[in-house]
């Protein structure tokens, strides 16, 4: 039978189960931070074995797959847990059908591996194809942000997603320098394609600045801080500075892998931190969202006593507020029992809209990522223009009216949903 | 075992459940739409009864509550039905504290009936104790359109909450109108409340007017050009040209009443349409994801089949898009039915991404409305105005500024947040 009580209750036991499923997908996004680093020495040494042909990469990139695959058990086994049966609603089915994506790729890693040790395929062939697995492991990271029920989770793993962003964009930026300092010079697409990967790590570490908490930022700014840091920044530059197609010193294809290397590697302890945090953030906010039920527990309970003894109690246990009409008559401590039940209602549901706000705060700089992405699309597939180009055209379009990157992506979007004549649609790569 | 179909079959499941509860919540929507409008008829009796107090109205007021109770047990057999053990989240969370705040005011009814039968109480105290009620049960059906998983099915929530919220202004209209009418004059205050119930009015209908479909629309204007609405407009004008405290022809009361209860009964029909339209979008909705479902369950038999059979099918059934790379290695077929899931992958997940847009624009209204409720509860609380002052000083500063209500409400929040000093908290009423 409905009653007040019984849906009260069952209102914190739905905030209770949706923090039980959101502490599962927090624990499968640490693996999957786990297993993208390590896709990323594997994409890096692949990218290595088959720019130079040297068999002695052989061995160490037998191990690093050797690794890969271990967590990709660890993630399938998160998968496995997730019980799809349980789930319902669009935002479910988003991550469902992104993980659909993720184990689609995955299950072609065994393909492409073969391909690679064959040295069939180029560096560049290699690369794309595990970026594509390492992009749709990030996508469901960024589902879990954008589904999370809890503002202070949320907060955390949108500077996570943002980090890890960062951190594939790294990798990226190290295969491009390998590409060109291994081949003794970048073409002018390399030069371009390394000021975009640069610009795409500023942008996602400002973000997650914003979001992450005090020890990943203190860790980030050491990082910051360390001479590599100084070392890669210098061969930037003379990658930068090169003339397209104009030879450079060949030796600095192994100095610069290994300095990226130890800065990506770097940067998995700073995720680390976060992955970290976000399993302490889950068990609080469950250990706190336990007392709670604990407590209205606590109160049903005394309602039973109260209907059954005769006596009311002596001390007044809750704070009553006279509002004219609210409850049924009857004595004295009946009423304020039911008062106070009244009170706790409308906290709960102060705080739940208070929640909901914070949710949509928290969720700002996804949406605004959602739009850019968008903007983007429709750029790529109007003019036929790729994703740098029409990143860049954004961004200029920006820079020139002095406007933010979300707002000049809204503008784009509006004009073209004013013009749907046009509408090749965009294949999601 | 996670795979790539079994996920892609979860996430088609996941939308079917989630638009099978929200069918659960439409019917639940249409039920409080019934038991509204019958705690309206009540709440204006009742009105009538105790100002009058004549007892000639008693017989009606008794059919009435018997309407309004008969109607109370069917939206309790929906509130039942919806089983609190499924729920997960703050957004079921919040619904269900919503229910548990209905059901705590239907447990009052008994005594208020009673109360109004002993004349045991004021017709202003009678009105604000039902209005109670009913207002949370429209803050229900702004929770269902708030959460409601279909862009579709939103907006039609969104015109139906907004059509019963000004059809609840236009009945606490009536009731301030019958209380001035009857007594023969108008204070100011009743002259201000007059006021400000016909903008609110006017409000709710603009926005049921941008989101209701066609024959709701039309139903509406054909109220709007009825005879009634005039003759109503004309008694408006009686009471606004009024001096406060000036005494009117007292014979005006009943046929105020008699009018304003016509005009609210043809509301009741086009508040019929809309939750048929609800009702009709829903089914419609699930025969269509039903159909998608077994499009894929069809596409994962011929998978099955094929991986069975020795010759590959004759006829190319899907669409095949070569991108490198992607889908093991095999016979030529097996490679196009891979391919084919992965299509319909992206093509999903561009889907999914559209309808989280579609649905973020349709709830535009309600987080306006969201922002300036909250706005008015922050004027109320540290101003110890009341809802209408606060409201009254919103529209003020929007109408001097030439901005939106909303963002006047935006800029009186910042600024609270800026000042978080006085924070003596709002009860909701």
Not at 193 to 203: F, I, N
Not at 296 to 321: G, W
Not at 365 to 375: F, H, V
Request: charged share 25%.
């Amino acid at each position: 039978m409905a009653t007040v009580l019984g849906f009260m209750l069952a209102a914190r036991r739905s905030e209770m189960q949706g923090l039980i499923a959101l502490e599962l997908t927090c624990e499968l996004v640490g693996g999957i931070s786990r297993l993208v680093h390590a896709l990323q020495r594997e994409r890096g040494f692949s990218n290595m074995y088959l720019s130079a042909r040297a068999e002695r990469f052989r061995q160490p990139l037998d191990q690093l797959t050797s690794d890969s695959r271990g967590l990709e058990q660890s993630v399938r086994r998160g998968f496995n847990r997730m019980d799809p049966e349980t789930g319902r609603g669009a935002d479910k089915a988003r991550l469902f059908n992104r993980i659909a994506l993720v184990l689609h790729g995955l299950d072609g890693l065994a393909c492409l591996r073969r391909r690679v040790r064959d040295q069939a395929l180029s560096p560049q062939e290699s690369t794309r194809a595990f970026t594509r697995v390492i992009g749709g492991l990030l996508a469901v990271v960024f589902e879990a942000a954008d589904t999370s029920v809890d503002p202070d989770i949320t907060r955390c793993l949108v500077a996570l997603f943002n980090f890890m962003q960062g951190k594939e964009l790294a990798g990226l930026e190290r295969a491009t320098g390998v590409a060109g300092f291994a081949s003794g010079l970048f073409d002018l697409e390399q030069l371009e394609r390394l000021q975009y990967l640069g610009e795409g790590q500023q942008r996602c570490f400002a973000i997650f600045c914003d979001y992450a908490d005090k020890p990943a930022l203190n860790a980030w700014h050491q990082l910051c801080t360390d001479p590599v840091e100084a070392e890669i920044a210098r061969l930037r530059l003379v990658a930068a500075r090169s003339l397209p197609g104009q030879p450079l010193e060949a030796s600095l294809g192994e100095p610069w892998f290994e300095l990226t290397t130890r800065r990506i590697d770097a940067m998995k302890q700073v995720e680390d931190l976060l992955t970290e945090r976000l399993q302490q953030l889950c068990q609080q906010k469950i250990r706190q969202a336990q007392a709670d039920l604990d407590n209205h527990r606590c109160l049903l309970e005394r309602l039973d006593q109260f209907d059954d003894a005769s006596d009311p109690p002596e001390t007044r246990l809750f704070n009553v507020q006279a509002t004219e009409l609210d409850g049924a008559p009857g004595d004295t401590m009946g009423q304020q029992l039911n008062r106070s039940v009244l009170d706790l209602l409308h906290e709960q549901n102060q705080r739940l809209q208070m929640l909901a706000e914070e949710l949509d705060n928290a969720r700002s700089s996804l949406n605004e990522r959602k739009l850019i992405e968008r903007a983007k699309g429709v750029l790529m597939s109007r003019h036929g223009l790729d994703e740098e180009a029409s990143y860049r055209i954004l961004q200029n379009a920006a820079m020139e009216r002095s406007q933010r990157l979300a707002d000049v992506a809204q503008a784009v979007l509006s004009l073209a949903d004013l013009m749907p004549n046009a509408s090749t649609r965009v294949k999601a790569g």
